[in-house]
């Protein structure tokens, strides 16, 4: 594995707030994508008492080659969950809360009831804002229903990430489609008034064409928000870094952002899906 550039690195942060996190996170049973798939800004998260919340388990039904949350059969839904991530995030007084999952293509509707089981258990309990991120739910097999169950529930953002540029994107994600996932966002964005977002990573061998072409497929599909990081290799076991971008080539990927049309957006080395969520979403409502 390639060294990282000092500009990748973030240091350990434990403060009272980092473990009051991982405490709550422990009493509830719960799981974040800021620890399953190792993200850089874990400890930035927590000492900010906010964390990416992951349901419906801790391992996926699909394999995607940069992702480092496990492939296996998973375990049935918790029925608890909802009402202890609602729980989770008034003790946590969130604002604005994140809830992301991994793909269950093993469920009727790829996991969407559960999904709108969070949204409404939270809304009984807080005032907290909802993004959610979610997986395509396996709608290229099943039809749109699980989009229009989201509908109903009607978070207050609606996340799927395309990950990558279309040319390496049966690499990336051997399971998915770069199609199924634009038609994803097209249709949360014609069929309701949610703010909608995407992202993708950077450093797997893309082009600035492919990254601009990219950019004009989610400006079509009417995405509202978009984020851009770099790809940082988990393990020997995932694909490797291609290219490491530089600050200054991120400002460039700003000003191609800029040039599509795309108005609200976090770009930077460190940037992840969920990464000064609020913000973005306080910037388009």
């Given amino acids: 594995m390639q060294r990282l550039p000092e500009y990748l ?26 620890d399953g798939a190792r993200c850089p800004n874990k400890s930035e998260c927590y000492s900010h008492n906010t964390a990416t919340f992951l349901i419906m388990g801790n391992v996926c039904t699909r394999n995607c080659k940069y992702c480092n949350i496990s492939s296996a059969k998973p375990l049935p839904l918790d029925k608890e969950e909802p009402k202890h991530i609602a729980e989770a995030i008034k003790e946590l007084k969130l604002k604005f809360a994140v ?30 804002k909802i993004e959610i991120l979610t997986p395509d739910f396996g709608i290229n097999r099943i039809g749109t229903f699980p989009l229009d169950t989201i509908i109903k529930a009607h978070p207050d953002v609606f996340n799927h990430n395309i990950e990558t540029v279309k040319r390496l994107f049966k690499t990336v994600r051997p399971q998915g489609s770069y199609d199924v996932s634009i038609e994803v966002l097209k249709y949360i964005k014609k069929n309701s008034d949610i703010i909608t977002k995407s992202g993708l990573m950077v450093g797997l061998g893309e082009t600035y064409d492919e990254i601009e072409e990219t950019f004009a497929d989610l400006k079509s599909a009417g995405v509202d928000i978009v984020t851009v990081g770099q790809y940082i290799q988990p393990s020997k076991a995932h ?47």
């Fill in 9 to 34: 690195k973030r240091p350990i942060i434990d403060t009272e707030k980092t473990k009051t996190v991982r405490k709550i996170l422990k009493d509830k049973c719960l799981n974040t994508v800021c």
């Fill in 99 to 128: 809830i992301t999952s991994v793909t269950r293509d093993d469920l009727p509707d790829g996991g969407a009831e559960h999904f709108k089981n969070c949204i409404e258990e939270i809304r009984k309990l807080c005032n907290s």
């Fill in 239 to 285: 694909l490797e870094v291609c290219k490491y971008y530089t600050p200054e080539e991120f400002e460039t990927l700003k000003v191609i952002a800029s040039k599509i049309g795309i108005k609200n957006y976090q770009i930077s080395p460190l940037v992840r899906s969920s990464y000064k969520a609020l913000q973005s979403w306080e910037n388009v409502s």
